[in-house]
Structures are given as structure tokens and as C-alpha cells.
């Protein structure tokens, strides 16, 4: 089960709290306010617990992810890009900017997930599965891997 609190506007830690708060009901266990911090990669993890954490911002928007597994989170405000010419460099199809985008998330939600590099992943773009919330106009919102999840907006 993954949880991912997603705010407009919204400090970190408030964010965090907020998911932390919400994972630990829909999991039945009690809320402590673990603190957040980050490994020596900059890999974020909850300090003192073995909760999995991925964190996301673009534009106005911030995401987190929660879960027992390793998982990756990535937001992407839709600007223009030359998408086509990042598509060709790393090998792989892009049908319009929201494909594009749609892959370009998935890629680097591996890497959060997985310790990866973004280069490699977006070789692989064609083949990486993932959830795809499309509630943000304007955004593409991405989650591996693929499991039951729920979105809260705060």
C-alpha cells in the first residue's frame, strides 16, 4: 500500500506530518513523529523507522510517498520541452508532451526508487510500468512501482 500526500503550496514538513499521519491510520499503527532526514546519496528516509519515502516537487506542488517497499514518486509541471529530441537521444518513443512526460516520470521515479541513474531509466522508458494520476491539470504525477495506493490532497 502506497500513500502519497500531495499539497499545493505547503512547507515539507507539514507535508510530511500530514502523510506520515494519514499512512500510519490507513495502516493501523500508531502515529510518532518520526523525523525526516536524508542518507548520504540524498535519498530521504524516516529516521528510526523502516517506512519507505519518496519525495516530489515541481512547480506549485509538492508530493510525498509512503510505503512499507521501496517506492519512487515524481511530479512534472507540463512546460514545453524539445521533447522530441531528449526522446531520440535516450532511445525512446514519445507520441506527444504528455507521453513524454508520462515516461520522463516514470524514469525518474525508478531512480528515486531504485538508486539509479536517470540516463538509464529513460533508456528504458518504453518498458517501465507505473501508476499515472492525472487529477493535476497541467502535471503529470507518477508512482512505482505498481501497487494499491491512495492519493491525499491536503
Known amino acids: ?12 514538513d507539514v ?6 499521519n494519514a499512512y500510519c491510520n490507513v495502516q493501523s499503527i500508531a502515529y510518532e513523529p518520526y523525523a525526516l532526514k536524508k542518507d548520504a546519496d540524498g535519498k530521504p528516509y524516516i529516521e528510526g523507522n523502516s517506512i519507505k519515502v519518496s519525495i516530489s516537487h515541481s512547480g506549485e506542488y509538492l508530493a ?3 510505503s512499507n517497499n521501496d517506492v519512487g514518486i515524481d511530479i512534472q509541471e507540463h512546460v514545453e520541452a524539445d521533447y522530441l529530441r531528449i526522446a531520440k537521444r535516450y532511445d525512446f518513443s514519445a507520441e506527444s508532451l504528455l507521453d513524454f512526460y508520462k515516461k520522463y516520470t516514470l524514469a525518474e521515479c525508478e531512480v528515486k526508487r531504485t538508486n539509479g541513474t536517470l540516463p538509464n531509466f529513460l533508456r528504458l522508458a518504453n518498458q ?5 494520476y492525472d487529477g493535476i491539470k497541467g502535471y503529470t504525477l507518477s ?12
Open 64 to 66: 510525498i510517498a509512503l
Open 128 to 132: 517501465l510500468n507505473g501508476i499515472h
Open 143 to 154: 508512482i512505482t512501482p505498481i501497487d494499491e495506493y491512495t492519493i491525499i490532497e491536503f
Open 15 to 20: 507535508l510530511f506530518t500530514k502523510t506520515l
Open 1 to 12: 500500500m502506497i500513500i502519497v500526500g500531495l499539497s499545493k503550496n505547503i512547507d515539507r
